[in-house]
C-alpha cells in the first residue's frame, strides 16, 4: 500500500525552533505500518529530536535497506534527501554516499532482519569505519514484512507462528558493535520517547558512527509465549486460522524506564519484558567495563541508554584524510587531473 501524504495546514501555536520550522516540518507521510507497530514510535521520537536540533531539513539524508523498519523513512522529513537501497546493503550504500557528500546528516534505518542476517557484513565494515551516521535499528526478533520468520535476534525458545521453536542464539548487535570497536553504542525502548529522544540527539551529534538498537514490538508477526516483542492474542482469537492479511488494531505500548531500577512492561500477548537503565556510577566510555556489565544481567533483562561512547573518535573521512571539500563540490579538474597525473601515480608501483 502506498504511503498517503498528510495535511499541511499548522496549527499557529506550534512552537518553532532555530530555523523558524515547527515539528510538522519534519513529519512525512502517513504510516502503513501496523496500528500500534513500535517502529511509528520510533518515528515519532526521530522527528521530535530533529527538530529539537533545528537541523535543516534539506541537509539531511534518510537511507535504508528492505522490510518493515525500511519503509520508516518515508515517514518523517519528508523534504529531505533519500535512498531506499537493496536487502542488506544500506550501510554499504551510504558509506559511498558518505564519502561523496560530508556534509550531509545520514540516518540510516534498519531492522534486525535486514542488518543482522543478509547486511550483517556490511554493518560490520561500516562500524569499522566508523562512518559519521546515525544507525537505527529497529529490532523486533521478525521478519515481519514476509510474514513472521524468525530473525538473527529471535530469542532461543521463542516460536514460530507455526508453533516451532527456535533453537539458535540470537545475535546481539549491541555487544557485536562493542566487540568491534564502535564509537558509539545505545540501546532503547520504542514505548520509552523520554528516553529514546535524548539517545537519538546525542547520537546525532556524534562524530562517527552511532549505533542506536530499539527494542520494538511487532504487534502481528512475532506472536509466541514468552516473546520480548510479541502480538498473539489477536492473531489467535480475532483472526483464528484465517489467511487473511488484515491487521487489527492494537494498542501502541508506552511505558518509562525509571533510574537504577527494573521497568516490567507487558506485551501483547501477555509476556513480560523487564527494562532498565544503566545505573548511577556507570561509565560509558569504559568499553570492557560495559561489556562486563552486559554480560552479567539476569535473563530477560534489557539494559537501556547510552551504553557506551568515545568522544575522541576520528570518522571515516579524518582516517583517510580526505578533502575538507566534499567530493561532490569539488571540480572535474581536482577529481581527473589527467593521464600526466595518472602516470606519476602508476611509476610509484614499478
Known amino acids: 500500500m502506498p504511503s498517503i501524504s498528510k495535511p499541511i495546514a499548522t496549527h499557529p501555536s506550534l512552537q518553532r525552533n532555530a530555523l523558524g520550522l515547527n515539528i510538522r516540518d519534519y513529519e512525512g507521510s502517513m504510516s502503513t505500518l501496523c496500528a500500534g507497530c513500535g517502529h511509528d514510535s520510533i518515528t515519532a521520537a526521530l522527528v521530535r529530536a530533529l527538530w529539537e536540533l533545528s537541523l535543516p531539513p534539506h541537509l539531511l539524508a534518510k537511507m535504508s535497506g528492505i522490510g518493515?523498519?525500511?519503509?520508516?523513512?518515508?515517514y518523517f522529513v519528508n523534504g529531505a534527501h533519500g535512498f531506499n537501497s537493496a536487502?542488506?546493503?544500506?550501510?554499504?550504500?551510504?558509506?559511498?554516499?558518505?564519502?561523496?557528500?560530508?556534509?550531509?546528516?545520514?540516518?540510516?534505518?534498519?531492522?534486525?532482519?535486514?542488518?543482522?542476517?543478509?547486511?550483517?557484513?556490511?554493518?560490520?565494515?561500516?562500524?569499522?569505519?566508523?562512518?559519521?551516521?546515525?544507525?537505527?535499528i529497529e529490532n523486533n526478533g521478525v521478519y515481519g514484512?514476509?510474514?513472521?520468520?524468525?530473525?538473527a535476534s529471535a530469542d532461543i525458545g521463542s516460536?514460530?507462528?507455526r508453533g516451532e521453536p527456535n533453537e539458535m542464539a540470537p545475535i546481539d548487535p549491541v555487544l557485536l558493535a562493542l566487540s568491534l570497536g564502535a564509537s558509539f553504542v545505545a540501546r532503547g525502548f520504542s514505548g520509552d520517547k523520554e528516553q529514546l529522544v535524548p539517545i537519538l540527539k546525542a547520537a546525532l551529534a556524534h562524530n562517527g558512527l552511532a549505533l542506536v538498537d530499539v527494542i520494538s514490538p511487532c504487534v502481528t508477526f512475532n506472536d509466541h509465549s514468552g516473546s520480548t516483542k510479541s502480538y498473539l492474542y489477536t492473531r489467535n482469537h480475532d483472526l483464528k486460522a484465517t489467511e487473511s492479511d488484515f491487521v487489527p488494531p492494537a494498542q501502541e505500548i508506552?511505558?518509562?524506564?525509571?533510574?537504577?531500577?527494573?521497568?516490567?512492561?507487558?506485551?501483547?500477548?501477555?509476556?513480560?519484558?523487564?527494562?532498565?537503565?544503566?545505573?548511577?556510577?556507570?561509565?560509558?566510555?569504559?568499553?570492557?567495563?560495559?561489556?562486563?556489565?552486559?554480560?552479567?544481567?539476569?535473563p530477560g533483562e534489557v539494559v537501556t541508554g547510552l551504553l557506551f561512547i568515545d568522544p575522541s573518535s576520528a570518522d571515516l573521512?579524518?582516517?583517510?584524510?580526505?578533502?575538507?571539500?566534499?567530493?561532490?563540490?569539488l571540480p572535474f579538474e581536482k577529481l581527473c587531473p589527467g593521464s600526466e597525473a595518472l602516470d606519476r601515480l602508476q611509476q610509484e608501483f614499478r
Do not use: W
Open 68 to 74: 518493515c523498519s525500511s519503509k520508516t523513512p518515508a
Open 87 to 136: 536487502h542488506g546493503r544500506m550501510p554499504a550504500v551510504t558509506t559511498g554516499a558518505i564519502a561523496a557528500n560530508r556534509d550531509l546528516t545520514y540516518i540510516g534505518i534498519s531492522g534486525d532482519g535486514d542488518s543482522l542476517s543478509i547486511g550483517i557484513g556490511h554493518m560490520c565494515h561500516a562500524i569499522r569505519r566508523n562512518v559519521r551516521l546515525l544507525y537505527l
Open 145 to 151: 514484512l514476509t510474514k513472521g520468520q524468525f530473525s
Open 159 to 161: 516460536k514460530s507462528k
Open 254 to 298: 508506552l511505558a518509562t524506564i525509571g533510574q537504577n531500577g527494573a521497568t516490567r512492561v507487558t506485551m501483547h500477548d501477555g509476556s513480560v519484558l523487564q527494562f532498565k537503565s544503566v545505573p548511577d556510577g556507570y561509565n560509558p566510555t569504559d568499553r570492557q567495563g560495559v561489556v562486563s556489565y552486559l554480560m552479567s544481567q539476569k
Open 317 to 329: 573521512h579524518e582516517m583517510q584524510r580526505t578533502s575538507d571539500t566534499p567530493l561532490a563540490r
